[in-house]
């Protein structure tokens, strides 16, 4: 158990009850509907009171943590780490040596590294799940058939082309799974027809990389490229590094223009433009075009 549940449950700091107002407002996430968030309402209102206090939400939401209760749990022995590091580190950095004190920042900018990361896992998360009911309440879709059968030797170059824009660089192997490559085909192929009679989007950025910060620009990189190929209307991915230079070009193929418009209003989107502030040497460029959707169907079978 938690030591702290009602952490997880905690109220606006007023009478300490919500009313279904409060809790739509509180609650509401997007995907449920006000219907649906009047059936959860009632749901946990066990009093039947028609508000909400902390015992019963604690109650309704202790029912359901499963894994998460660990992460909770851990999440809150860090949060008390964190807060004892940072303490000492306030008492003791100005009379540390030069070195000691590089250590120390060393060290804090290593956990902020690590958090940022599993931030963005969890955004990136967020994101896909929210996708997918939305996609389920659009109705019934056609199950994912592999109706196209390619050669091995085919699939084996395409396999190979994406893998050779990143040559011995295991950060940037989006499908080097032969299951995540399946989903990919799989993918595409639902949407061959939805891209009859119609134009894609290319987007070309040019990002030249400060040579101390490359490695974590890979990984920033290679965290945005998987965020961005979950979403719907991302058709394509790819990324080349310029022979002896710290610039790559990044290729992305989106199913229309509004699609990557909504992509660059996502969080994992704004957390890859906020890092490249410092990434860069340069602002990045950005080139769009348009292309006949044949184009992308006949130069990827």
Not at 255 to 271: A, C, D, P
């Amino acid at each position: 158990h938690l030591s702290h549940p009602e952490k997880i449950c905690s109220l606006p700091p007023d009478d300490g009850k919500l009313s279904f107002d409060e809790f739509k407002s509180y609650f509401s996430d997007g995907v449920l509907t006000a219907e649906e968030l009047k059936e959860l309402f009632h749901t946990i209102d066990t009093h039947n009171t028609d508000n909400l206090d902390t015992d019963e939400l604690c109650e309704y939401f202790s029912q359901h943590l499963g894994e998460y209760e660990n992460v909770l749990a851990a999440l809150e022995d860090l949060n008390m780490s964190i807060l004892k590091a940072m303490d000492k580190t306030k008492k003791d950095y100005q009379e540390s040596t030069h070195l000691e004190q590089f250590v120390t920042r060393f060290l804090l900018k290593e956990t902020t590294n690590q958090l940022h990361s599993l931030q963005s896992s969890l955004e990136c998360a967020m994101e896909t799940t929210a996708e997918q009911t939305r996609q389920e309440k659009q109705g019934p879709v056609k199950p994912e058939v592999l109706s196209i059968q390619w050669s091995g030797r085919r699939s084996n170059r395409r396999l190979q082309r994406n893998n050779s824009l990143s040559p011995n660089n295991p950060l940037f192997s989006v499908y080097d799974e032969d299951s995540q490559w399946i989903i990919q085909v799989n993918r595409l192929q639902k949407l061959i027809d939805r891209l009859e009679q119609k134009h894609i989007l290319i987007v070309q950025r040019q990002l030249s990389v400060l040579e101390e910060e490359l490695e974590e620009f890979r990984l920033a990189l290679r965290q945005y490229m998987e965020c961005a190929c979950a979403q719907t209307g991302c058709l394509h991915i790819a990324v080349q590094r310029l022979a002896n230079e710290s610039r790559f070009i990044l290729y992305e193929f989106w199913e229309h223009n509004n699609v990557w418009k909504n992509h660059l209003q996502t969080n994992y989107s704004k957390t890859f433009q906020r890092g490249n502030v410092d990434f860069l040497e340069t602002p990045e460029t950005i080139t769009t075009m348009l292309v006949p959707a044949s184009w992308w169907v006949l130069n990827n079978n």
